[in-house]
């Protein structure tokens, strides 16, 4: 059985399956405070600008896969799509149902899903997102695959993830404070140096921006695209069902 990558290891699939699980089931209750403190808060304007991409309208179904505390999902759902917020993990997501009952945000499904693998018919939803989640999946091509499957003929693919920056001081600086910075915030705020030490190795371990369009591409999507942020530390891909 082929090898995949846990961060900097090369583990068995099953094996990445579950220490990932365990990773965001540690992680879960400080994950947002997390997030404002690894990213200085710029984590919200990167969602911002993919729901803006995403141009979510009144009614549609979207499926936001890997939602884990439902950031994206509360953001689609303020312009009126019905969301249906997907994630392996019950502890990211029931974080995420608590944070949405403290906000008052209704009119959210939960779904415990393995993005490899959904519960859903063929042809279910308008437009598919997924942020800072699928590095985190064993078999990308098969989540690609599965995103595929769930759109309806002219549904749009939608991913925000991690990638290499091309801005070459940009990319120093940046390697040094991953590396040596995060998972020293993730010891000293969440007791938790290995979570977050695989959360920057996995960061590392992704394709790079083009090679991730390519296989979005062989899923079956048309007109894919990526719109690189930071000189691709960020990137937003996309893709068309037709
Ligand atoms: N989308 C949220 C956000 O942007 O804040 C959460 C991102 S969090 C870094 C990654 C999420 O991916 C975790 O909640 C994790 O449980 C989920 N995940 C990992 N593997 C998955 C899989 N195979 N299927 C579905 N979700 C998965």
């Not at 149902?97 to 403290?102: D, L």
Request: net charge positive.
């Amino acid at each position: 059985m082929d090898k995949v990558s846990f961060g900097f290891e090369e583990v068995f699939p099953d094996e990445k399956t579950a220490r990932v699980g365990s990773v965001f089931s540690r992680v879960a209750r400080r994950y947002d405070l997390m997030n404002d403190l690894m990213s200085g808060g710029m984590h919200r304007h990167w969602k911002d600008m993919f729901v803006r991409r995403v141009r979510p309208r009144s009614g549609e179904a979207i499926l936001d896969m890997a939602g884990g505390t439902g950031d994206v999902a509360f953001r689609l759902a303020r312009h009126g799509a019905k969301v249906t917020v997907c994630d392996i993990n019950a502890d990211m997501l029931g974080v995420g149902e608590e944070r949405a009952r403290s906000r008052r945000i209704d009119g959210l499904s939960w779904s415990v899903q393995n993005a490899e693998e959904l519960s859903f018919a063929d042809r279910s939803f308008d437009a598919y997102t997924i942020a800072f989640g699928i590095r985190n999946v064993t078999h990308i091509e098969q989540a690609l695959a599965e995103a595929h499957r769930v759109l309806k003929l002219g549904g749009r693919f939608f991913c925000l993830e991690f990638s290499t920056t091309t801005w070459p001081g940009f990319a120093t600086l940046y390697e040094s404070y991953s590396m040596n910075v995060v998972p020293k915030i993730g010891k000293a705020v969440a007791r938790d140096e290995e979570s977050y030490r695989y959360l920057v190795e996995s960061i590392r371990r992704f394709p790079p921006m083009e090679r991730f369009r390519a296989m979005i591409e062989k899923a079956g999507f048309t007109q894919t695209k990526v719109e690189p942020i930071l000189g691709g530390l960020v990137a937003i891909h996309s893709g068309w069902k037709v």
